[in-house]
């Protein structure tokens, strides 16, 4: 079983920087793609970030330039760094892992940018 539990989200003014974080335990194979999705009012959960097993990092292209994702394999946390944020940032943001042919998700943290 994988646990994933996300934490950073708040309410933030635009043009302003947030650094998400997702912590997995359990039975985490770092071999395994790890990512953020957000879903805002209204809409359909979208891809944010990902980084998967192999490949290139995909960014969703509403973000690109502003967003960057990272991760510590050595903690198994995922993280991503926010900056010149938006109100359509504005969604709460889920962090995502595939593994062992599973996919996973967290809880969900709330992103909130004032204009």
């Known amino acids: 079983q994988v646990q994933l539990v996300e934490s950073g989200g708040g309410l933030v003014q635009a043009g302003g920087s947030l650094r998400l974080s997702c912590a997995a335990s359990g039975t985490i194979s770092s071999f395994a793609g790890m990512g953020w999705y957000r879903q805002a009012p209204g809409k359909q959960r979208e891809l944010v970030a990902y980084?998967?097993?192999?490949?290139?990092?995909n960014y969703a292209d509403s973000v690109k330039g502003r967003f960057t994702i990272s991760r510590d394999y050595a903690k198994n946390t995922v993280y991503l760094q926010m900056s010149s944020l938006k109100p359509e940032d504005t969604a709460v943001y889920y962090c995502?892992?595939?593994?062992?042919?599973?996919?996973?998700w967290g809880q969900g943290t709330q992103v909130t940018v004032s204009s």
């Open positions: 980084l998967p097993s192999s490949g290139n990092t």
């Open positions: 995502r892992t595939d593994q062992w042919g599973n996919i996973y």
